[in-house]
C-alpha cells in the first residue's frame, strides 16, 4: 500500500471532524459507494456519490444535532484502509448521547475514497480486506 492511501483517508476523517459532508468533497470519488448493513444501521441504504454522502448525513441530522466519526486506529493492507472509529452522535430533542463502534474498510481510486465497506469489527474488516486481497 502506498503511505497515500493511509494519509488520505486520515485528511478525510480530519475533514469531518465538525460534521460537515460537503468538507469531505475532495475526497469523494463520483463512483463512491457505501451501504450501510441491516445489523448496523436503524435504515440500511446504499449511498453512492456526493449526493449520497449528502444524503447519509441528512438523515443523521432529521434526529440529532451533532454527529461525530472519531477514528481511533488506521491499518494499512495493501492498497486498503482498515479504520476502526467510533460514531457518535446527540439526540435533538432528547439529548441522549450514544456512540457506535464500526470498522471500515477504505478502497481508494484515483486518490479519492471509492467504497466503503462497514464491519461491526475490526476483525471481519481486516479479515474482509485480506480476503480482497488488499486491492480496491
Given at each position: 500500500?502506498?503511505?497515500?492511501?493511509?494519509?488520505?483517508?486520515?485528511?478525510?476523517?480530519?475533514?469531518?471532524?465538525?460534521?460537515?459532508?460537503?468538507?469531505?468533497?475532495?475526497?469523494?470519488?463520483p463512483?463512491?459507494e457505501?451501504?450501510?448493513?441491516?445489523?448496523?444501521?436503524?435504515?440500511?441504504?446504499?449511498?453512492?456519490g456526493l449526493?449520497?454522502?449528502?444524503?447519509?448525513?441528512?438523515?443523521?441530522?432529521?434526529?440529532?444535532?451533532?454527529?461525530?466519526?472519531e477514528?481511533?486506529?488506521?491499518?494499512?493492507?495493501?492498497?486498503?484502509?482498515v479504520?476502526?472509529?467510533?460514531?457518535?452522535t446527540?439526540?435533538?430533542?432528547?439529548?441522549?448521547?450514544?456512540?457506535?463502534?464500526?470498522?471500515?474498510?477504505?478502497?481508494l481510486?484515483?486518490?479519492?475514497?471509492?467504497?466503503?465497506?462497514?464491519?461491526?469489527?475490526?476483525?471481519e474488516?481486516?479479515?474482509?480486506?485480506?480476503?480482497?486481497?488488499?486491492?480496491?
Open positions: 500500500m502506498t503511505e497515500s492511501n493511509l494519509e488520505l483517508v486520515r485528511q478525510g476523517f480530519e475533514a469531518l471532524r465538525e460534521g460537515d459532508p460537503d468538507a469531505l468533497e475532495p475526497f469523494i470519488h463512483d463512491f457505501v451501504t450501510t448493513p441491516p445489523q448496523l444501521a436503524a435504515e440500511p441504504d446504499t449511498y453512492r449526493d449520497g454522502v449528502r444524503r447519509y448525513f441528512a438523515s443523521f441530522y432529521e434526529a440529532m444535532d451533532r454527529i461525530r466519526f477514528a481511533e486506529e488506521f491499518i494499512p493492507i495493501g492498497d486498503l484502509v479504520v476502526e472509529a467510533i460514531l457518535r446527540r439526540g435533538r430533542s432528547t439529548g441522549i448521547e450514544t456512540e457506535q463502534r464500526v470498522a471500515l474498510v477504505y478502497e481510486k484515483d486518490g479519492k475514497a471509492c467504497r466503503i465497506s462497514v464491519h461491526a469489527t475490526v476483525d474488516a481486516v479479515a474482509a480486506a485480506r480476503s480482497a486481497g488488499g486491492h480496491a
